[in-house]
């Protein structure tokens, strides 16, 4: 397995005033080499500490996480790429040396970074903007900057964090071509969060439903799609009946979730 | 010119007008002041004598000594700091009241420890600019998102290289604050402490000036002051304004 969680659960310890925050697990999940992952779950089910926690970015309280056989343990691993919701862009640098960032601190050779950086400049559409700086663009073209900053790295795991949440319908409709198709041409395995249902139906191989916190994976399904696909599955019987059945496992939970969030607030 | 601008230019050229006008009709005794005209042509007369060539070239050098050693330590103890909080914690007070000490009184402790040469006006140029760049730095990486951060840890970036590649980069605008703070600070500093006691030094030909009632070399020199101020001011702020442009968000 590329990728393998037991047991993994996270705590946050009480703090002044707030109790112990029980915020993920115990998970169990397996990702093949190669495949696309989506986790749909209500909101604070804590999706992103999953993320955070196969990438390093966050210690397991229990549990084991190891990516290509190897321990994942408060450190980021050579070879995952993590895309975030926010924008990740460097105000500082332009288009070209945003995308240029991570080859640099890998003190990759100067020919190397310019034809890397030039290839995805070209894939990701932003040729036209490499002088440009981030405050001048939109925010899906500063996605798709953070997107090919990651992408020249060339990650044998890619973890993205509802990387379309902030966009607008149509354009994440595109972007989840642009992933397709950059899944298919970099043969990496990704794991997407997200909190559309359609979305993660529409590009994954596996959809994980998650509850409401503690988040767990209450059931995992095959999507079946052919490698070569698109955004217009969206239009095929089988989609409907996939959503469908997402949905119903959610609801009880979004419930739940939505409750949970009024009782806070 | 924007017309703001057109206003401005308006005010300071009717004042330095009635000033001349008041100075030249009598009004204003010349013991008091003498007209901007004279104060021109005397700075010119002065700076072509090359008279205080070696003291204007004293204190400009003392001011940029002390900007430099300020914007080192102020970011250097800035970026320590803020990786420390439990020092910082102990030490926020203290900035919040540093500049409520009058830096002057220390004058001539700084003697006794650092000499009669430069070192006293370059030490209080410095000892007011430094706080100013340190706040300024803490404020500028306090304002890192989390995001960045997360960034630099995904690929892989130590502490160090997160805040030469990441942190300090963020920061720089409140930096640049810091710098132009710095700036003012260290001129008041350097130039107040001729003032007081040294032998050389813009400072010091005023002060020698206004007690020999030696009008036609006191205003030129204040002129000077004010001139070279300006011009430094004004460079840094359109500086900062073609910096701000590319990030505004």
């Not at chain 2, 001729?194 to 006191?218: L, Q, W």
Request: charge should be positive; hydrophobic fraction near 50%; include cysteine.
């Amino acid at each position: 397995m590329h990728v393998s969680l037991r047991g993994v659960t996270r705590l946050y310890p009480a703090r002044a005033g707030q109790p112990e925050l029980h915020a993920l697990g115990p998970v169990d999940l397996e990702l093949a080499q190669g495949e696309l992952f989506a986790v749909v779950g209500p909101s604070g089910c804590g999706k992103s500490t999953l993320l955070d926690v196969m990438a390093g970015l966050a210690r397991p309280s229990t549990g084991e996480c190891s990516f290509e056989g190897r321990r994942v343990d408060g450190e980021v691993p050579d070879g995952i790429g993590v895309v975030f919701q926010e924008d990740a862009s460097f105000p500082w640098l332009t288009v070209r040396d945003n995308i240029a960032f991570g080859l640099r601190q890998a003190r990759a050779p100067d020919d190397d970074i310019r034809s890397k950086t030039r290839y995805a400049l070209e894939f990701m559409g932003l040729k036209d903007f490499a002088n440009a700086y981030p405050a001048q663009l939109s925010g899906g073209m500063r996605q798709r900057v953070c997107i090919a900053r990651t992408l020249v790295l060339k990650p044998r795991l890619i973890l993205l964090d509802e990387p379309f949440g902030a966009l607008d319908q149509q354009t994440r409709l595109l972007m989840g071509d642009e992933l397709l198709r950059l899944w298919r041409e970099t043969g990496a395995t990704i794991l997407l969060i997200t909190h559309a249902i359609d979305e993660a139906t529409m590009l994954a191989d596996r959809v994980g439903v998650m509850s409401a916190r503690p988040g767990r994976f209450l059931d995992t399904m095959e999507t079946h799609w052919p490698k070569h696909r698109d955004s217009t599955v969206v239009s095929s019987e089988a989609f409907g009946r996939l959503t469908g059945r997402i949905w119903t496992r959610l609801r009880a939970e979004s419930l739940r979730a939505l409750g949970h969030q009024q009782a806070g607030a | 010119m924007s017309l703001p601008g057109l206003i401005r230019a308006g005010v300071i050229v009717f004042l330095v007008g009635m000033l001349e006008l008041l100075c030249r009709t009598g009004v204003i005794p010349s013991i008091t002041a003498i007209p901007p005209s004279a104060m021109a042509e005397a700075l010119f007369g002065i700076l072509a004598s090359g008279k205080f060539t070696q003291d204007i070239t004293v204190t400009l050098r003392n001011v940029s000594i002390a900007i430099a050693c300020a914007m080192v330590a102020g970011i250097a103890l800035g970026t320590a700091l803020q990786s420390l909080p439990a020092v910082r914690r102990i030490f926020d007070p203290l900035f919040a009241t540093y500049y409520a000490v009058p830096m002057y009184a220390f004058y001539p402790l700084l003697i006794v420890v650092l000499g009669l040469g430069d070192l006293p006006q370059i030490a209080i140029g410095f000892l007011l600019a430094v706080v100013a760049v340190l706040l300024n730095t803490l404020n500028g990486l306090d304002r890192v998102p989390r995001v960045l951060l997360k960034t630099a840890q995904v690929h892989r970036l130590g502490p160090v290289r997160t805040a030469l590649k990441v942190r300090l980069p963020f920061a720089a605008p409140y930096i640049f604050t810091g710098f132009k703070l710095a700036v003012a600070y260290s001129f008041i500093g350097v130039i107040g402490a001729e003032f007081i006691t040294s032998n050389r030094g813009i400072g010091y030909e005023i002060a020698f000036a206004y007690n020999n009632f030696d009008n036609r070399v006191m205003y030129p020199m204040i002129l000077l002051v004010l001139v070279v101020v300006i011009s430094v001011n004004m460079s840094l702020h359109h500086w900062e304004k073609r910096l701000l442009e590319r990030r505004r968000r």
